[in-house]
């Protein structure tokens, strides 16, 4: 039952039996929870069928998905991939050097692919190339003059140290 004007819903325990099998004489049914009605529990009346299935779901264009979620999962792939090449190194299964070579190798193929697809869209290749090798270069001069410290403090295994180090060399 609800009081007037406030809208609260005061609970009823008590059964309510229908006096006779006709829906005429049935009290009307009501949207209220935990309160007995002499209908079953699954009842609805017409207001309900009246309710519009779907109303606020919008169509998604199924290319706009998948080149969203493609940074997602190219994420988790780097990660995923990082983890087993790591475990395969620590385990004996794969040499650093076997995986320096495999990187070089893969380096130059991907960068003769670019240079290939720069040259057929007419791109200047001589000044991407001279960027590239600066930002090589400056990012080796660091680790080379960096490297007798990081050696040092990997030996101590400091995890605060080699996060601020490596954040500090990986800035832009």
Not at 4 to 24: F, K
Not at 115 to 142: F, I, K, N, P
Request: aromatic letters at 8%; a negative charge; glycine letters at 6%.
């Amino acid at each position: 039952v609800q009081s007037p004007g406030h809208g609260a819903v005061i609970m009823v325990l008590g059964a309510m039996e229908p006096t006779s099998d006709a829906p005429d004489s049935r009290q009307p049914w009501q949207k209220v929870l935990y309160l007995r009605q002499p209908y079953e529990d699954n009842y609805s009346d017409a207001s309900m069928n009246a309710a519009i299935l779907n109303a606020n779901v919008s169509r998604y264009d199924f290319r706009l998905l998948l080149r969203e979620a493609t940074g997602v999962v190219q994420q988790i792939c780097t990660v995923c991939i990082f983890t087993s090449v790591w475990w395969r190194v620590q385990e004996g299964m794969w040499s650093t050097a076997g995986l320096l070579l495999l990187d070089a190798c893969l380096f130059v193929s991907g960068y003769t692919l670019l240079a290939g697809l720069a040259s057929m869209r007419g791109c200047d290749l001589l000044h991407s190339l001279a960027q590239d090798v600066w930002r090589c270069g400056r990012e080796a001069t660091a680790m080379w003059i960096c490297s007798p410290m990081l050696r040092t403090l990997t030996r101590s295994w400091s995890d605060d140290t080699l996060v601020t180090i490596s954040v500090v060399l990986l800035a832009p």
